[in-house]
């Protein structure tokens, strides 16, 4: 039992130095940027293809920045297994919640439930709760400490987008993509911040 709970532990260690590096944080900013930004071109259409592109970009950044300087690091499938269910059944949820809770027979808007309604009258605040919770529960599962930050950040910003940006009653991309855009370059920034310390704690000659 105990070496257990020291595997689990060390596994869970090991998983916060293998995002020490803040290359998550760039690529999921620079995401939530990108997508912020082509609301407002027309282009966001675009978006919707590069997560897979993002996904074959972070990997090649692993082995060119992380592996390096800390080693190849493989945890067990079982952690892997948890990591990649969890992380998918989270974004799952937030996709549902949003869907169902913005849109609902909103195509017919006599017809749309009044929790619809509602949530679409404040649809800036809903999101920025799904956002912060959709961190929330990322950092639990990847042990990362920092997205819990994100989370109250992405509160703020979208409480903030909604007395300031004149939300519009249904939800559009421009009154989405401004806060996405304003997360996305937090996210950048803070995440090159620990890129930087990361490459000078670990020179890659260790």
């Avoid at 009653?169 to 803070?190: D, K």
Wanted: with cysteine; net charge positive.
């Amino acid at each position: 039992m105990t070496d257990d709970v020291d595997l689990k532990e060390i596994e869970r260690r090991a998983l916060t130095a293998y995002h020490e590096d803040g290359l998550l944080d760039i690529f999921i900013g620079g995401y939530l940027l990108f997508f912020g930004l082509s609301s407002f071109t027309g282009h966001i259409a675009v978006s919707w293809f590069l997560p897979a592109l993002s996904t074959l970009l972070y990997s090649e950044a692993k082995k060119r920045v992380t592996y390096p300087r800390l080693g190849y690091v493989r945890f067990t499938k079982e952690m892997r297994h948890h990591i990649w269910m969890n992380t998918s059944l989270v974004l799952f949820i937030a996709g549902l919640v949003t869907l169902t809770g913005l849109f609902t027979n909103m195509g017919v808007p006599e017809r749309a439930p009044w929790g619809t309604l509602l949530l679409n009258k404040y649809n800036l605040l809903f999101l920025g709760g799904v956002f912060a919770v959709t961190f929330l529960m990322m950092g639990r599962i990847m042990s990362i400490s920092r997205l819990y930050q994100y989370s109250v950040i992405s509160l703020l910003v979208f409480f903030a987008g909604y007395f300031y940006l004149d939300s519009p009653f249904i939800v559009s991309e421009q009154s989405l993509g401004a806060p996405c855009a304003i997360i996305g370059v937090i996210m950048v920034g803070i995440g090159a911040s620990h890129l930087r310390r990361f490459i000078g704690r670990y020179p890659k000659e260790a």
